[in-house]
């Protein structure tokens, strides 16, 4: 077993007494592994601040945007406690968010901790996270994705159309993998007992594990326009090729494979299911909800 591994288990078995008690006022922290997050950054900070987001851990993947500049201006704000630099290829998720965490564990001395997306907002239906937080037992609360459905006439923050899984695409004429796919939800977690994140941040391995269901929501913005559908999958493509052997990632190899052959850019609108969008809204799997555009409203006009 590796050495980092045992170290874990051991400081999780330390953790054990006040592994599920329940904490008054918890330390949160939010981890963000970014690359490129120049139209979202910003937002992500403010929005979760606003949630109950104590402080921010960020490791960059090799921004060639403004992204680092953002960053450093909310290093120096404090909001910012951690910024690692770190441009290493392949698709290694699950090993930057590990550390993040465990710097959020043993340095920043996280309660709970958030491990999210550039693209990813979570909200609390009471206006703070932490006051769902303070009221469990559990040591694991899963949350659900909402996916917001792109008006590339609005910026993303003032849209407030989402979608809803459709079970069976193949009667919409949707691809395999569509904005209307599997939505998979994510888990906030405790520091103490806390052992290993899996690729994605959809689940997490806790000595021991007692899981809950939280009303916590995420809003996720996974494709703004074309231009970013792009080069999200292009770019996520290239990462997984590098690691052929590795499990997952079939739709990134998927839209890389359509990119090599000269067909992504039509598959944009597939994946939106834009001929079907009309069928998709009267059903039911395209529905309104202002919740998200209302609060980067309320943040817009504080920032003014």
Known sequence: MDS?????VLRALCDFPKSFRRIRH??????????????TLEWSLLFHKAMGVDAFIITDNGSTDATPAIVEKYRKKRWVVDSIVDPMAGHYQKELVDRMIWKAKTIFHADWIINADG???????????????????????????RVMYPDENKPFWAW???VRSVPSPEDYGLPSYSLFGRQLGKVIHRADGYLQITAGNH????????????????????IRSRRHFVE???????????????????????????YKEGRLDEEYD?????????????????????????????????GE
């Open 232 to 258: 999200k999958m292009v770019n996520g493509g290239r990462q997984m090729e590098l690691h052929k052997g590795r499990h997952g990632g079939r739709h990134w190899r998927y839209c890389y494979q359509l």
């Open 160 to 162: 407030n159309l989402a």
């Open 119 to 145: 693209d990813e907002f979570w909200y609390a239906p009471s206006g703070n996270i932490k006051n769902e937080l303070s009221r469990t037992w559990a040591n694991v609360l899963s949350c659900e994705m």
């Open 26 to 39: 918890p330390k949160l922290v939010l981890t963000l592994l970014v690359k490129n997050e120049e139209e």
């Open 270 to 302: 597939r994946v939106l299911g834009r001929e079907q969008f009309p069928r998709l809204k009267q059903d039911g799997y395209v529905f309104e909800d202002p919740v998200p555009s209302k609060i980067f409203e309320c943040i817009r006009k504080d």
């Open 4 to 8: 980092f591994i045992i170290k874990k």
């Open 203 to 222: 689940k997490v391995r806790m000595l021991p594990w007692i899981g809950k269901h939280s009303y916590i929501l995420i809003y996720h913005y996974t």
